[in-house]
C-alpha cells in the first residue's frame, strides 16, 4: 500500500521560510516521478514543482522559481520542497504526488500522478 505524507506546513510572515517533506512508503522512489501541488481557497489544484525520477526538475513558471526548490533522498523515502522568501499568494494546501514515468506523461498536470498525499497546509501572512 503506498502512503505520501507530508510535513512541515504552518503559518509563516512574508518573507519566511519552510521546508515541507514528503515521507514515501510502499513504493522505490528512485523509479517515480514527483511533484508538490497546491491549492488555494476556490482554486484549482496547480503544480508548483516536479522532480522526474532521473533527478531533472521543473517549476511552475516564474511564480516560484529562483523562490523554492524541489528535491529528493532515495535513500531516505523523502521528497522536498524548500520554499524561501514566501508570500501571501504562497498560500494554500501543498500535496505531495508520486507517479511512475510511463511513456506520453507529463509532469504538469495531476493526471500524471498515481498517488497522494493528504496535504498540509502553509499560511502566509503579510
Known amino acids: 500500500q503506498v502512503q505520501l505524507v507530508e510535513s512541515g506546513g504552518g503559518l509563516v510572515q512574508a518573507g519566511d521560510s519552510l521546508r515541507l517533506s514528503c515521507g514515501t512508503s510502499g513504493l522505490t522512489l528512485s523509479y517515480q516521478n514527483m511533484a508538490w501541488f497546491r491549492q488555494a481557497p476556490g482554486k484549482e489544484r496547480e503544480l508548483v514543482a516536479a522532480i522526474r525520477y532521473t533527478g531533472s526538475t521543473t517549476y511552475n513558471g516564474d511564480s516560484v522559481k529562483g523562490r523554492f526548490t524541489i528535491s529528493r533522498d532515495n535513500a531516505k523515502n523523502t521528497v522536498y520542497l524548500q520554499m524561501n522568501s514566501l508570500k501571501p499568494e504562497d498560500t494554500g494546501v501543498y500535496y505531495c504526488?508520486?507517479?511512475?514515468?510511463?511513456?506520453?506523461?507529463?509532469?504538469?498536470?495531476?493526471?500524471?500522478?498515481?498517488?497522494w498525499g493528504q496535504g498540509t497546509q502553509v499560511t502566509v501572512s503579510s
Open positions: 504526488a508520486s507517479g511512475f514515468p510511463t511513456y506520453g506523461r507529463s509532469l504538469s498536470r495531476p493526471s500524471d500522478y498515481d498517488h
